[in-house]
């Protein structure tokens, strides 16, 4: 199993939900398939009781990150991945209990698409493409309308953390921008260098 600075992480950014994404997207042969599946099906059934994913095998303790990088929001865009490859209930059903957790943690601290609000609205997005179901879209825009009215000021006064790189896409405003042209035409929104 792939590990990152010796640790097998879970997430999108380092581990298991960004490597099955990747593979979802790739043409498998039967067994492979039944890999994967049997991969996320291990992940569902080893969820937080409060529907969040562990950061990685080894820290399967601390249910605090709800970031795409880490916990549910990466992994539900591989699970609305992988409802629409397998057209499997199972897999659309764990996608929406994850996105009900992004929406119930609320609004992170930061504006980016790694660990900010911009990368969670993506969750919302995702299953808005996937089912048609109008909440999500509606929930995408709550979020979006919330970085449109407010980041900027929330920034300055320190109330919110502009990111370590503030202009950068995954970390800073240059996230936040690609969501806000993305929500121009969210029917054709992709999370950026992830979603192909
Ligand atoms: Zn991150």
Same mark, same amino acid.
């Given at each position: 199993?792939?590990e990152?600075?010796?640790?097998?992480?879970?997430g999108?950014?380092?581990?298991?939900?960004?490597?099955?994404h990747?593979?979802?997207?790739?043409?498998?042969?039967?067994?492979?398939?039944?890999?994967?599946?049997?991969?996320l099906?291990?992940?569902?059934?080893?969820?937080?009781?409060?529907?969040?994913?562990?950061?990685?095998?080894?820290?399967r303790?601390?249910?605090?990150?709800?970031?795409?990088?880490?916990?549910?929001?990466?992994? /539900?865009?591989?699970?609305?991945k992988?409802?629409?490859?397998?057209?499997?209930?199972?897999?659309?059903?764990?996608?929406?209990?994850?996105?009900?957790?992004?929406?119930?943690?609320?609004?992170?601290?930061?504006?980016?698409?790694?660990?900010?609000?911009?990368?969670? /609205?993506?969750?919302?997005?995702?299953?808005?493409?996937?089912?048609?179901?109008?909440?999500?879209?509606?929930?995408?825009?709550?979020?979006?309308?919330?970085?449109?009215?407010? /980041?900027?000021?929330?920034?300055?006064?320190?109330?919110?953390?502009?990111?370590?790189?503030?202009?950068?896409?995954?970390?800073?405003?240059?996230?936040?921008?690609?969501?806000?042209?993305?929500m121009?035409?969210?029917?054709?929104a992709?999370?950026?260098?992830?979603?192909?």
């Open positions: 199993m792939y990152w600075y010796g640790e097998r992480y879970w999108a950014a380092h581990g298991l939900a960004g490597i099955m990747v593979l979802l997207d790739v043409e498998l042969k039967p067994d492979e398939l039944e890999d994967v599946k049997g991969t099906k291990y992940m569902i059934n080893n969820c937080f009781p409060s529907g969040n994913y562990p950061i990685s095998e080894e820290d303790k601390r249910d605090v990150l709800v970031h795409w990088c880490h916990g549910a929001p990466g992994i /539900a865009l591989t699970l609305v992988a409802a629409k490859v397998f057209g499997d209930k199972e897999f659309l059903d764990a996608a929406i209990n994850a996105a009900e957790v992004v929406w119930s943690s609320g609004l992170l601290k930061r504006v980016g698409i790694c660990h900010g609000i911009s990368g969670n /609205a993506y969750v919302f997005i995702s299953l808005y493409q996937l089912t048609g179901n109008i909440e999500f879209l509606y929930k995408a825009k709550a979020f979006t309308c919330f970085l449109l009215d407010r /980041a900027q000021k929330l920034t300055s006064a320190g109330e919110m953390h502009g990111g370590d790189s503030p202009y950068s896409m995954f970390e800073g405003m240059g996230g936040m921008a690609y969501l806000f042209l993305d121009i035409d969210p029917s054709k992709r999370f950026p260098a992830y979603e192909l």
